[in-house]
């Protein structure tokens, strides 16, 4: 009988193609990186947008606090003024929303160039998101498969802070399974989400339910002084102005002066298909309450690991109707977090596709919703499933050795490989 000597197939993830795929995509951006300023004039690209985008307003209200005017920020007439300083060209309206602890962390910024002051606002997050995620993927090469990470890509081009908001919970992930010094540092990290407010919205109560006192504390008392301080620096009147601003946010999302096609969030989604605007927001209410009711019960489950996290964090994407793609970076830590799980437990055919997909449309949802295909909100249930699946079979073993019960769910003969 002839033997056949054909070569097996290789996998589609063995540890060379896990470092070329990020290789490539990140060699493709760098193209469009190249083209994009190439094709622009004046820092202003082929559609009448500032280079930097997002990061104009970030810049142009940094201006304006300079001058010693920072409620000017939150006037319209005012900050688009302002941000003509950077560029004068821009044909594209960028408003501001923060709250004053932000304003008081990017008020530095228009001390640079605008050009200057992008470059290192983009150095530092990415810095930041690199050195705070790699101890979470235990995988070959992490530093390259979070860099090509696509969200976090599409953060990146929109010159926005995601980066710095996923670094931060990949802080507190980390120091809190430490001891009680890191669990402090821990909640200074929590605290310092008090800048972008909505994302940290969950985490008091899962704390609290866990009986992690300790964060619970130093990220109370972190918060409080972060608010405290910029209060000194701008004054209690600046909180006013912010909160009287909301209402403007809430109009711009209603009557589709945002791009919804770049909104993943349930509420855009269903306005995307047709539902009416108060059927809608019942909607979403009800599906943020079941989110958050669902990250609370597996904290007092499981208690708080890192599978547990990431149940919050996408359960988190799910509770404000104003929500970006570039947001979605912060799935990068729960995607380190069950890459690793993966790799060390094993896992399903379904539940590596669902992975694989998340990555991939995490990049292009807002591309995809303007084609009228909205995979913004599928992509985050999915998420939420497939970390509290996880989750749960973390904490039950015997559950896990009935499902996976080949070579202690190794996904292959390579211990701690994604293939």
């Not at 909505?198 to 009986?211: E, R, V």
């Not at 009228?372 to 998420?383: F, S, V, Y």
Request: net charge positive.
């Amino acid at each position: 009988m002839e033997r056949n000597t054909q070569a097996a197939p290789k996998p589609l993830f063995d540890a060379a193609r896990m470092r070329h795929y990020p290789i490539i995509i990140l060699a493709l951006v760098a193209m469009g990186i190249v083209g994009l300023i190439a094709t622009s004039r004046d820092m202003v690209d082929f559609r009448g947008k500032p280079l930097g985008y997002d990061f104009i307003t970030f810049w142009g209200a940094s201006s304006l606090t300079l001058e010693g005017r920072p409620e000017a920020a939150f006037d319209p007439v005012e900050t688009v003024a302002a941000q003509a300083k950077a560029v004068g060209g821009s044909e594209v309206e960028f408003f501001w929303h923060y709250p004053p602890p932000y304003q008081l962390v990017t008020a530095p910024l228009a001390l640079m160039p605008y050009p200057l002051a992008f470059i290192v606002f983009a150095m530092a997050g990415s810095a930041a998101y690199l050195f705070a995620l790699r101890p979470l993927l235990n995988q070959p090469h992490p530093g390259l498969l979070l860099a090509a990470f696509p969200a976090t890509i599409i953060c990146l081009y929109h010159g926005q802070n995601s980066m710095f908001s996923v670094a931060l919970l990949a802080g507190a992930i980390i120091l809190g399974s430490r001891g009680p010094r890191d669990q402090l540092l821990a909640g200074v990290c929590i605290g310092l989400l008090a800048y972008k407010p909505q994302l940290g919205i969950l985490i008091p109560f899962a704390l609290a339910i866990a009986g992690q006192w300790r964060m619970f504390a130093a990220a109370a008392v972190t918060a409080l002084c972060f608010m405290g301080v910029s209060t000194l620096a701008f004054g209690p009147g600046l909180w006013s102005t912010f909160f009287g601003n909301l209402h403007f946010v809430n109009e711009l999302v209603e009557s589709g002066s945002l791009p919804w096609a770049k909104m993943p969030s349930v509420w855009v989604t269903l306005r995307t298909f047709g539902v009416p605007e108060t059927a809608a927001y019942a909607v979403h209410g009800a599906v943020a309450l079941a989110s958050a009711g669902l990250a609370m019960w597996i904290w007092r489950r499981c208690g708080m690991t890192r599978l547990s996290w990431s149940v919050l964090i996408v359960a988190t994407l799910t509770i404000s109707h104003y929500l970006f793609d570039y947001e979605l970076t912060l799935l990068a830590a729960p995607v380190a977090i069950l890459m690793s799980d993966m790799a060390e437990r094993g896992a399903t055919r379904t539940e590596k596709l669902i992975l694989l997909a998340s990555i991939v449309l995490s990049g292009v949802t807002g591309p995809l919703g303007e084609a009228g295909i909205p995979t913004g909100t599928p992509l985050i249930l999915a998420m939420l499933w497939l970390t509290t699946s996880r989750a749960l079979t973390e904490a039950k073993p015997s559950e896990v050795r009935r499902r996976f019960p080949w070579k202690q769910r190794r996904l292959s003969d390579q211990t701690g490989r994604l293939s």
